[in-house]
């Protein structure tokens, strides 16, 4: 995790920014935490408001846009790591997170902004608690709680996490027939 952090700080100074995260900024990070919210256009909800929160640090703007897709990346790899732990050795987990950590779909969107990288995020966090659920979970009312706030902070984060609410809200739906 040590080298994926690094790997993306390094990125993150070296490479210039993006069209669409300067389009991002702009448009939504600039004009602050309502139009961020508000806007129809913005297709990254999560991530705008988290780049707002990120804007007031005193660091320069490319980085505050690049600080909370970094930081989704860690808690991507992070919830990963747990999950697998719990289920594998600690063998089979450091190699499946190696994998994770280095896949072009991880790197890419643990670099470069927007809010890709916590669709991957909810989407891991919504299978495990499905999962969890699907075992019959000692606190439901809790999982399901966490569970729906996977499914809206997924939406928010990208509206084609509509997708994967569906296919987990179906295995649900299936289940409890």
Not at 9 to 18: D, I, S, T, V
Not at 48 to 55: N, T, W
Request: proline share 3%; hydrophobic share 50%.
């Amino acid at each position: 995790m040590l080298g994926c952090l690094g790997r993306c700080l390094y990125y993150a100074h070296r490479y210039e920014l993006q069209y669409d995260e300067a389009w991002t900024y702009n448009h939504f990070v600039a004009n602050g935490i309502l139009v961020a919210m508000a806007s129809p256009n913005n297709n990254h909800i999560l991530y705008s408001v988290l780049a707002c929160f990120a804007d007031w640090l005193p660091i320069e703007a490319k980085y505050s846009l690049r600080l909370p897709v970094i930081l989704g990346g860690l808690s991507l790899l992070l919830s990963a790591a747990w999950w697998w732990r719990r289920h594998w050795s600690w063998g089979w987990t450091l190699l499946a997170l190696s994998w994770l950590a280095f896949c072009p779909g991880v790197s890419l969107y643990s670099l470069y902004a927007r809010g890709y990288i916590f669709q991957q995020l909810f989407t891991l966090w919504g299978l495990g608690l499905t999962l969890h659920l699907l075992k019959g979970a000692r606190h439901k009312t809790a999982v399901w709680g966490a569970w729906s706030a996977s499914i809206v902070l997924g939406l928010w984060s990208v509206p084609t996490h509509a997708y994967v609410a569906v296919v987990l809200s179906g295995v649900l739906f299936v289940d409890g027939l």
